[in-house]
């Protein structure tokens, strides 16, 4: 991982411009909406499947296709490496204690963001948890 | 008038809202974490933003591993942030708000938190990376959080809570 005194200058561009993308994805599938997530929960609409594997396709296609194409990220120098991570029983509790809080909320980190600066433009209080 | 065939039937049941809003964005939602790996080779996730911003002000271990990695995470943060904002704006006029109580935003909240620590990732890092890199850890972590998630709903609707 390079440091931030030899990054390349456009290193922090690039992820507020992937950030961007990302946000207006979750944007435009309304899984910044809390009643959107609980629909699919209860089974009322199977929508967000698309938005998880879609999004999982596009990452799948770019994961096995670069690191044929290039030896290093240009803008890093390091290596491309698939998102793996070692299994243990953590991950499956971890993976419990999210779905208990997913499944109360309707919320999860990434949308939650995007919930806030939403909330944040009506002049409302921005904060996810404040009281309704 | 002639009914729909069985399968547009089906299709309306399952997705009353279409697909195409949740085909678009999670597509986007890919290309933004895809942009980011081809340009860094980093394969981006959101949840571990709070602890590697508590790194600015703590000396603890915990936090201080992720000392690298705290400006690009709060620049993918505040993305995030403008992004949806920008569509908020742009498509529907304004901000959105939820009638979900707020004691199951908070209590969920508190939830999500712990368990994306624990179980090393949420639905962006293991669903959107792990699940595209089929990382077999990944796949039970969402697995686990998928099945756990509906019970739950389901649970909390059976007892009369709406929303």
């Given at each position: ?5 030899d990054r390349h ?32 929960l209860q089974f ?12 999982a396709a596009v ?74 | ?163």
């Open positions: 991982m390079a440091t931030s005194t200058p456009l290193f922090i561009p690039l992820v507020l411009v992937g950030g961007l993308i990302f946000g207006f994805g979750l944007g435009y599938s309304h899984m910044a909406r809390p009643e959107v997530v609980l629909n699919f009322e609409d199977f929508g967000l499947l698309f938005v998880m594997f879609g999004g990452t799948g296609i770019v994961f096995f296709v670069m690191p044929r194409v290039l030896d290093r990220a240009p803008l890093t120098g390091d290596p491309f490496e698939r998102r793996l991570k070692s299994f243990d029983r953590n991950v499956l509790i971890g993976g419990a204690i999210f779905g208990v809080g997913w499944g109360l909320s309707g919320i999860c980190p990434g949308a939650a963001y995007g919930w806030w600066r939403s909330r944040a433009t009506d002049g409302v209080d921005p904060s996810p948890t404040g009281a309704d | 008038m002639v009914a729909d065939p069985v399968p547009l039937q089906l299709a309306a049941e399952l997705f009353p809202n279409g697909i195409s809003r949740y085909a678009i964005g999670g597509l986007f939602v890919g290309l933004g974490a895809a942009v980011i790996y081809v340009g860094t080779g980093i394969s981006a996730g959101a949840s571990t933003f709070l602890e590697s911003t508590l790194s600015y002000v703590s000396g603890q271990s915990r936090f201080q591993q992720y000392v690298a990695s705290r400006d690009w995470r709060l620049v993918f943060t505040l993305g995030i942030i403008l992004g949806a904002a920008v569509y908020a704006v742009v498509y529907q006029g304004g901000a959105w708000t939820t009638d979900v109580s707020w004691w199951r935003l908070l209590l969920g909240g508190i939830f999500v938190g712990i368990g994306t620590r624990v179980g090393k990732g949420c639905t962006s890092g293991h669903g959107v990376c792990g699940v595209g890199s089929a990382s077999k850890t990944s796949l039970a972590g969402v697995l686990a959080f998928l099945l756990v998630a509906i019970l739950t709903a389901q649970v909390v609707a059976a007892l009369g809570v709406t929303p």
